[in-house]
């Protein structure tokens, strides 16, 4: 499991705590600066005035430390769709850039990687390979710069990156994020291709997230065609596995299905889900393609998507039809930071440290 950020070491919690601790801060200072941070709210909320409330050292170095919290991240680029979903172009502090959406009715769905190791045939977030890990700072820094904008009330890890190869930063995000940040833990949903570890070590966290797990087709040998780099485990294990999760948990599995027409769509796969999901706790999410360039493949007409998941319905499998959110913003994953980085406005590789992009903030 890749852990180690191939080009540079992104700003963590640990690291903030650490930084608050040094300054002073007590348990209940620090929740509070990361309560107040994850909810975009202001230094003054709350009953008591920072000023009787903090110690004069944390005092003092408020402004910096609130000044680094502001500088992890910013917005570059918004482009708002017709159904309400916003897709935000988030701007690291290298000039690393990754994707946020806001959801219609309270969802936030962000990034845990700039680029992705597992390299999904469909997918423009893996053509470029993993360029480096987002931080645990920076992922609540996407849900602060989110939450600035309207209400968030769900988080999910379904932006560009897989969370299983960045897992000690998603879960350090989770747990924040499940605390002070006030998410329902059920409201967090670890979204990944599978990886043998990440289901034991998901149970041993402090904040259990929901889980959505990307299975795609039943078929070993397409699993690995459409899933170049994702871990080896058949379709059973990857159920099974899952399944113990949503068992331990009490919450159900959201299995998702990207439907890709001639490839996925048969009745062949039909036959493969009804003896793969029969019986499990969990759901099927079946969302069309939404189209990359370059790709072989193509959406499958809305009938033919209908039908499908009608027919799962009558044979037991509760499935749901979703278009994703944004599509005529070019909903895909992955693509709005492609086309900036086509017009050359954002580098493909890191930035030396320290050298940030022009920051245009665009129509909000
Ligand atoms: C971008 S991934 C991020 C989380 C994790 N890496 C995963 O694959 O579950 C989230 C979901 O988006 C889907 N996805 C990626 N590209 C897509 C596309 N062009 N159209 C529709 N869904 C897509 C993936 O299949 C996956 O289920
Ligand atoms: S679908 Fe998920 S795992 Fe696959 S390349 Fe995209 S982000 Fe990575």
Redesign the pocket.
Known sequence: MAQDSPTSAPVTLHELRTRLREAGAGPLHEHRILRLWSNALPRESGRRLPSTFFPASLLAAMPDIEAQLASLASIHTVEKAEDGSERLLIALNDGQTVESVLLPRGGL?V??QVG?A?G?R?????RDGLLRQVGSAEIVAQVALARARRSVRKI?????????HNLDNVIEAIELLGTAGGIGHKNLVF???GDPRVFDRLLQASVRPAL???L?TTKIDLRAEL?PRAARLTPEQLVDAAERYARTTGYPIQY????LDGVNDGNDEIEGLVSLLSGKYGVL?L??????AD?P?G?PSWERCRQMAAQLHRRGILTKLRN?AGQDVE?????LRARATQAGELPLRRAARGRAISIATAAS
Request: glycine share 12%; charged share 5%.
């Open positions: 769905c990034s845990s992705c597992v999904c469909f997918c423009m977030t893996g999910v890890f379904m932006g560009m990156g897989e969370p299983a979204s990944t291709v959505a797990v990307s795609h899933l998702q299905w990207t439907l999410n969302i069309p393609f939404n189209v990359v790709t493949y959406r994703s909903g895909g994953c992955g693509q």
